[in-house]
């Protein structure tokens, strides 16, 4: 006998089977209902998929800037930092641990010493290629019950609440 499950994966009688056979209970409603529990849930959900599918040792962020660089060749960490939604002390820990992976070169700017320009090096535009096989491949398994012409509407959504959103975190009050 199969059990009918509820969108977000529990059961009618609110209790949920995880693979190892436990019984736990199903989120709360309330909780269900609001948007941030959902893209928490997207996000976790993403990032368990690209470790096991994509690449447990590249993550997103070091991918979103390899990416970057590949398009900007000769852009400054500041710049590309707004470019992949990473904060600049978050981008400078980034690109320091690429760099000593060898997968960029970081040299001072011709306008100004203290900005840093990025570099693909040619293990970067390796691990680049073969990841972005891997992530096409995930992205083609995450949208599988997305019809094709929905996907750029859906991606185009997302993007739209990320800028939404991040203005309502940069608001002094809501």
């Known amino acids: 006998m199969t059990r009918s499950t509820t969108p977000h994966g529990g059961t009618p009688d609110g209790v949920r089977t995880p693979a190892r056979g436990r019984v736990s209970p199903?989120?709360?409603?309330?909780?269900?209902?609001?948007?941030?529990?959902g893209a928490r849930r997207l996000y976790?959900?993403?990032?368990?998929?690209?470790?096991?599918?994509?690449?447990?040792?590249?993550?997103?962020?070091?991918?979103?800037?390899?990416?970057?660089?590949?398009?900007?060749?000769?852009?400054?960490?500041?710049a590309l930092a707004?470019?992949?939604?990473?904060?600049?002390?978050?981008?400078?820990?980034v690109c320091r641990r690429m760099e000593r992976r060898?997968?960029?070169?970081r040299h001072a700017a011709p306008h100004d010493a203290r900005a840093k320009v990025l570099t693909l090096t040619d293990d970067g535009a390796a691990a680049l290629a073969e990841t972005n096989r891997r992530a096409r491949a995930l992205d083609e398994a995450l949208l599988a019950g997305?019809?094709?012409?929905?996907?750029p509407h859906l991606a185009a959504l997302l993007n739209d609440l990320g800028a939404q959103w991040e203005g309502v975190a940069d608001r002094d009050a809501l």
């Open 82 to 93: 707004g470019a992949v939604a990473l904060d600049t002390s978050t981008m400078a820990d």
């Open 146 to 151: 997305c019809p094709a012409e929905h996907r």
């Open 102 to 105: 060898g997968l960029i070169s």
């Open 26 to 37: 199903d989120p709360p409603p309330d909780l269900v209902a609001a948007p941030g529990y």
């Open 44 to 78: 976790q959900a993403y990032l368990a998929a690209w470790n096991r599918h994509v690449d447990a040792v590249l993550t997103g962020p070091q991918f979103a800037v390899l990416s970057a660089v590949r398009a900007y060749p000769d852009a400054d960490q500041t």
